[in-house]
């Protein structure tokens, strides 16, 4: 399957991304966002992409004029959502949001619509049961930056058919991606294994073993990631990987699971990582630089 309209919920980092894959894809692509700041910023960073790479010479203006065509803003879930074949919802992980925002495309979207996830952590039958089309309902997750990264996790839960598994894995083929197929368990495969990797990373940083591109550069040379946990931990936001560590501990009942001290103290101080220009590194000069003043 190839969808000919699909719609993104959220216009954050990850929506943005995922709405600008899909309008390269040739697509017919609407991103919605329930707050008009954050669907212009969004757009505005899509077109911030395709600007620099026409700048780099990657990509054509040609090209960019191709794919903006594709591109439309909603401020109306009922807009964004009529005649699609594919949506993806890329909201914050708050699973009575998602819960809320699936039961209005139950209603909305058609009934042929695959309903589409990006939660990185969340149990994708929890989202599917507040529906009654838990067989149409996946989990896609993606990885920051979506133009770039290659990879895409189908997340299938009990209820979810083996059409909309098919369906789904032709779609991220489409894309450009690789697929891999996991179960609908805590963390699934790739997030569970990154936020442990990145608050053991956290925990040595406050434990004074090495500095955070030192530890970085370990992880990059000596295992070759192409970024250290820490700065991935930045790139994908402190408080996200907060938030799946706590979802981990409480779904394992397992303390070992929950974020370190300094993890939890960066997030109370507004400290989220590239987003807010903080975090592990300070983002604000545009370029990752060492913290001498980390809540230590």
Known sequence: MEPRVVA????GTMGAGIAQVCAQSGWETRLFDAFP??????????????????????????????????LTACSDLAEAVLGVDLVIEAVPEIMDLKQNIFRDLESMAPAHAILATNTSGLPIGDIAAATGCADRVI????????????????VRHDACSDETVSAAQSIGSAMGKETILVRDVPG??????????????????????????????????????????????DLVGLDVRRDILNNLAEAFDDDSYRPHALLEALVA????????????????????????????
Not at 8 to 11: D, L, N, P, R, S
Not at 144 to 151: A, E, S
Not at 275 to 287: H, L, N, P, Q, T
């Open 8 to 11: 993104v919920i959220g216009a």
């Open 139 to 154: 989990g896609m997750h993606f990885f920051n930056p979506v133009p770039i990264m290659k990879l895409l996790e189908i």
């Open 188 to 233: 699934f495969a790739t997030s569970r294994l990154g936020v442990i990797l990145g608050n053991e990373a956290i925990r040595m940083l406050a434990d004074g073993v090495a500095s955070a591109s030192d530890i970085d550069t370990a992880m990059r040379l000596g295992y070759r990631h192409p970024m250290g946990p820490l700065e991935l931990s």
């Open 269 to 296: 101080e507004g400290s989220l990582g590239k987003k807010s220009g903080r975090g592990i590194y300070d983002w604000s000069a545009g370029e990752k630089a060492e913290r001498d003043d980390l809540p230590l």
């Open 37 to 70: 700041e954050g669907l212009a910023k969004g757009m505005g960073v899509i077109d911030a992409f395709w600007d620099a790479g026409i700048t780099r010479g990657k990509t054509s203006a040609e090209q960019k004029a191709e794919w903006s065509g594709n």
